[in-house]
Structures are given as structure tokens and as C-alpha cells.
């Protein structure tokens, strides 16, 4: 428990992923099949059949096999946790599913959220307390994350919406050129538009009715869970020597964003 806060704060620098659905669902592809509500009957019967220490048991096997999963920022599907943890446990799913959500509360200073009701996937957002002056979720000694900082600012200082093109520019007036092989990042673009789309910090997305083909950048679902606009404009304010309030648009909005989270 004293190490708390250490754990939370890893767990944080260790998450910094959409393309598409085949993408996202980049495992074994079976849909939700493995997962049917059960009926309270077959969850009275279950809770009868196992003993607590038995569910014990399984919840901190799901509790570890998402933070392994979130290792790697990968949105969790109900489908795989069910299928490849949970299993014969599946009439207890919700039961499961609630205690990990407190571990993940109490113990990691963390939050199981579900990004997508259809589908039901989740991801893992830190809930501690951000350290004054620091974006959340950003982890100032890894550099990807300085990246992503950077162009989620320039999509949310456009409107929400950005082409790539402009990213790319910004990018490239920082040093780092899409076209040529990055020393830190090595394929910006590949990191950019695959990781961290993936990991669903960003979205990118085709532009209809464009030729040559033309793509855009939005927030991804995790970025608008995780990321402060608040934060997000303080930082341009730095770089311009404004105040946050200089944007009312993005000021208004980032107020609004931050008040809805409480």
C-alpha cells in the first residue's frame, strides 16, 4: 500500500491507441460472443457454486491482465477478459468486474473506464491528483508524450478538428519531420498515426470526397478522459506569453470541460 502513489505514477507513464475497428480489436475478432447476460439466477447459483476465495483469486487475475494491458495502452474488450480470464466465472461478471474496479480505485489510484457501450471496451485513466504545472497524463521524461501533448494541442487550438498536413508542419518547425526517420521516435508518422490512434489518444480519419486522398486528426476517446484542455491551453498560453482567457473560445470550453469532470 506505501506504494501507492509509485505504482499510479507508473502505471501513468507507461500509457501514452482507434484506425479502425480491426485495429482496435487487433486480437482474436469474435465480437462480444463470449459474454451473455446472465440471469439472476445464474448469478445466485454461481455465487453459490464458488468459494470467496475463489473469486478472490479471479478478480486479481482480471486486475492484472488489464494493468498488462494497459502497459502497452491497449483498450480492453469485455469479450477478452471474459474469454481469456473469467471463463467458467462469467455468470459473476459484474460482480468480478466491480471489486477490480475498486482495487483499481483504491490501491493504483486508478479509474476502469468504458469508452464504448456498444462494443464494450475500456481503458484505465489516472485518478490522483495531477503534480501542479503538470499536464495529466503527461510523463515529462518521455518524449512520445511531449509529442502527443503538442498535437493535441494544435487539434484543440483548431476547433477540435485539424488535417494532417498541419500537423505535419507543426511538427516539422519543432525538428521533427514525418518524412525522415526520427532519432527518438524513429517513424513519426507510424507512431502518429498508428500508436497513438491505437491507443486511442487520437483519432485519424479520411476526409470525404478528396483526391488525393486527405486525412484529419481528432481528440481520440482516451484523450478526452484523460487530458485536461485546461491544461492543454495553459501550455500554449506558455509558449506565447498569453494568458489562457487571451482564447475565448478554447477558454470557455476547457472551463466547461473542466467543471464536467468533478
Known amino acids: 500500500m506505501s506504494q501507492r502513489k509509485r505504482v499510479a505514477h507508473a502505471g501513468s507513464q507507461n500509457r501514452v491507441p482507434r484506425v479502425s475497428r480491426q485495429v482496435v480489436l487487433d486480437e482474436d475478432d469474435d465480437g462480444d460472443a463470449s459474454y451473455t447476460q446472465p440471469t439472476s439466477s445464474q448469478v445466485q447459483k454461481a455465487r453459490e457454486n464458488y468459494t470467496p476465495v475463489q473469486v478472490d483469486r479471479k478478480v486479481a487475475e482480471v486486475v492484472q491482465f488489464i494493468l498488462i494491458k494497459d502497459q502497452k495502452k491497449i483498450p480492453i474488450r469485455r469479450t477478452d477478459i471474459v474469454k481469456h480470464v473469467i471463463k467458467e466465472y462469467k455468470a459473476l461478471y459484474q460482480d468480478i468486474m466491480k471489486r477490480a474496479d475498486r482495487i483499481f480505485e483504491q490501491v493504483f489510484g486508478l479509474k476502469l473506464v468504458e469508452i464504448d457501450a456498444k ?3 475500456y481503458i484505465l485513466i489516472n485518478k490522483l491528483q ?3 504545472g503538470e499536464p ?3 510523463c515529462p ?3 512520445k508524450t511531449g509529442l502527443l501533448f503538442v498535437i493535441l494541442s494544435v487539434i484543440f487550438m483548431k476547433g477540435g478538428t485539424v488535417k494532417e498536413n498541419v500537423v505535419w508542419n507543426t511538427l516539422k518547425k519543432l525538428r521533427v519531420d514525418v518524412g525522415e526517420k526520427h532519432e527518438e521516435f524513429g517513424d513519426v508518422k507510424k507512431v502518429v498515426t498508428e500508436e497513438f490512434v491505437r491507443q ?3 483519432e485519424y480519419l479520411r476526409i470525404p470526397h478528396t483526391e488525393p486522398l486527405e486525412h484529419e ?4 476517446q482516451r484523450a478526452e478522459k484523460e487530458v485536461s484542455k485546461m491544461k492543454v ?3 500554449v498560453g506558455e509558449l506565447h506569453s498569453q494568458e489562457p482567457q487571451s482564447w ?3 477558454y470557455r470550453e476547457a472551463t466547461s470541460g473542466e467543471s464536467s469532470q468533478r
Open 141 to 143: 521524461g518521455n518524449p
Open 200 to 202: 486511442k489518444y487520437l
Open 248 to 250: 475565448t473560445q478554447q
Open 136 to 138: 495529466i497524463s503527461m
Open 217 to 220: 486528426f481528432r481528440w481520440g
Open 233 to 235: 491551453l495553459e501550455f
Open 119 to 121: 462494443n464494450h471496451i
Open 130 to 132: 495531477p503534480v501542479p
